[in-house]
């Protein structure tokens, strides 16, 4: 299996390879050259999450250095359950968010991680990696402790929850939090910089943690390709999920394991007031737009870098809409379903996981799940005001959130980022 760039300026590339690239040379982004053809026998209900992973991704892995490994990593990456559940009779969801981290993040985190440590070679690697909330915590979970690795996690200061922020920079050892003066773009257009400049690239060996690196989208494939499955034996109908989007990672996943053959429906993109995608499957123009802050802000994303990965996964934007719809949620409607669903039914959710359940209730038709992607414990400043009520905290948050956190504040700019390396 090879992978190619999105732009199309590179030379084919095994995993390993783009995996040490992150970004393409040619500023694109690493999808597969052709989609393998799977064979659906292969996987037995009995399987456990990780059995069922490993099976999923060995072709993607096909004569790579790493495909021998792929068991080990998928039993270190694929350590939590990832359940279906159906708070009522006429709803599912899919609860991505019992991992270390509480938040989906961690399965493509713990992934990378996985792999990144059994890479051929003894160079010391630098993550870079640049997050609206999640992604830092997750990655600073699944690379810590880990031997020839520094991890550097930039943040948009002020704009996580106070929580967030805690995961982000409790870690120590090997992993370094940054506050950047500025938006999650910001953070992310430095990243992207220091990635591509030639010379911090001669000093060192960058790997990318953000959604961009092929290792974190391949392995979010699996709970899509499982729970279809699990979904179909149960209710004996194909299901549609509905995944609240921002950076877009967590949907391509999703659409990936539709065109590998799994029993998935239609995808419905929930995002929340950032408009750029729901605009363009109105238009089909695409136009980036700058972030605006919202209460489901690991979806604050004015300009989501996966785009690239949906428009070549479709040779025309008729095909796309058959597949695709976008549901625009705002903070009101936010608010509103994260009342009635505790009013209603006693459940509660976060606000990005609210967002998708909005629009499902939008929707016609029975059989859609949404995607909850973290626990509402991390946006306690949110949600507890809204049910009048505290949430619990799991326990492995507030085993993290017990911890001290050490941070550095930076300008937003790639020199001010290269005094941090
Ligand atoms: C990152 C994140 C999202 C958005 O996922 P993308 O892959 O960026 O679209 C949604 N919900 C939560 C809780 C997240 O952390």
Redesign the pocket.
Known sequence: MKYVSTRGQVLPLSFSEALGEGLAPDGGLFVPAEFPKIDMSVFDPKMTFDQFAAALLKPFLDKDDLQSQLPAICRGAFNFPVPLKFPTPESALLELFHGPTA???DVGARFLAECISRLPGHQKRTVLVAT????GGAVGGAFVGKPNIDVVILFPKGKISPRQEKQIACWGKNVKAVAVKGNFDDCQKIVKEALSSKELRHTRSFVSAN?ISIGRLLPQMVYYAKTSMDYRRIKGAAPGFVI????????VAGLWAKHLGFPIDKIVLATNANRSIGDFFASGKWKPNATVSTL?N??D?GN?S?MERLMALYPSFEQMKKDISVVSVSDDQIKKEIFERFDDDLEVY?P?TATAMFARRGLQGQNWIAVA??HPAKFESIVEPIIGQLIRIPPQLSELLNRPSVYTEIEPTLAALKTQL
Not at 132 to 135: A, C, L, V
Not at 244 to 251: D, R, W
């Open positions: 938040a989906f993040k609206s909330g999640d992604t959604s609240p989007t921002g950076n877009l990672g967590n949907a489901a690991a979806m994303v989501p996966n976060c990005h992607t973290a």
